[in-house]
Nanobody
């Protein structure tokens, strides 16, 4: 079955860095656009970064880098200069345009606080 498993979240101080990982299985990874989303308490889920066209939310531009390894079925999100407003649950997403297949991971919590 399809699985997206995020890891790498945790507590980090403002100005720190974090690398999130997402391990994918159960589908043809290379055929999917991979993205990272996040959802802060009381807010809607928002796109952070998307591979392929390499879109980034304005709030993370210059601080975030998405990358993927098709040989390992992995996608990563490197976040630098973290701010308290980056605190959220971060979700890995896989989407295939031609049939609108859409998969989500369970999320990993990132907390930026001193």
């Amino acid at each position: 079955q399809v699985q997206l498993v995020e890891s790498g979240g945790g507590l980090v101080q403002p100005g720190g860095s974090l690398r999130l990982s997402c391990a994918a299985s159960g589908f043809t990874f290379s055929s999917y656009a991979m993205s990272w989303y996040r959802q802060a308490p009381g807010k809607e889920r928002e796109l952070v970064a998307r591979s392929g066209s390499t879109n980034y939310a304005d709030s993370v531009k210059g601080r975030a880098t998405i990358s993927r390894d098709n040989a390992k079925n992995m996608v990563y999100l490197q976040m630098n200069s973290l701010k308290p407003e980056d605190t959220a649950v971060y979700y890995c997403n896989a989407y295939r345009n031609y049939d609108h297949s859409n998969y989500w991971g369970q999320g990993t919590q990132v907390t930026v606080s001193s």
